[in-house]
């Protein structure tokens, strides 16, 4: 009987660990905007939307900044250092605490024979993190793009680097960015 429970219960882990939230992606863009008038870029966090003081930290943001930096230079942009960029990338973090239930839901024909239902119920609570980057356009303040990453990006427990984790989460987001200054979305595809 006991070691029906111990299987149950490392069956019923395994599985909560396996069904830890991934990190998912989506973007929006305003198809009236024509992106090939583009080429050159600057980046700011977002003060506002990063006053938390873990997920918004300078750290953090120098973290996204430069993965931005990376990858909007290998699609083609040029970074403005002095003078007016045609476009303004800005980007925030933010976290929320969130929290699985599972149910196992175990039901033999024999249970009675074993103890009963062994319908064992179990929560895992984590942070979850989403990081957002909005392309200005410099001249109008419009956003005609935008892309979003929700999952467990600030994760201790990962064993690989929050550096590593940053960068693959921004170019993950930059993916479908236009590939370089004067394409249009459908290149990005």
Not at 19 to 38: L, S
């Amino acid at each position: 009987m006991k070691i029906n429970h111990i299987i149950t219960s490392l069956f019923v882990a395994g599985t909560l660990a396996s069904c830890a939230p991934a990190i998912t992606v989506k973007y929006d863009y305003d198809p009236k905007v024509n992106v090939r008038q583009f080429s050159t870029y600057r980046i700011e966090a977002d003060r506002q939307r990063n006053a938390d003081p873990i997920v918004g930290s300078n750290l953090n943001q120098r973290r996204i900044a430069d993965a931005l930096d990376l990858s909007l230079k290998g699609r083609g942009y040029k970074p403005v250092t002095q003078g007016e960029a045609d476009l303004v990338v800005r980007f925030f973090m933010d976290s929320k605490d969130k929290q699985q239930i599972q149910s196992n839901n175990m039901y033999s024909p024999y249970s009675w024979w074993y103890g009963g239902m062994n319908n064992g119920v179990y929560s895992r609570q984590y942070e979850e993190n989403r990081v957002v980057i909005n392309v200005i356009d410099a001249r109008t303040n419009d956003i005609v793009w935008q892309g979003w990453a929700t999952g467990q990006i600030n994760n201790k427990n990962k064993e690989r680097d929050r550096d590593q984790a940053f960068r693959e989460t921004v170019a993950a987001i930059m993916k479908q960015f236009p590939e370089s200054a004067g394409q249009d979305y459908g290149a990005a595809r």
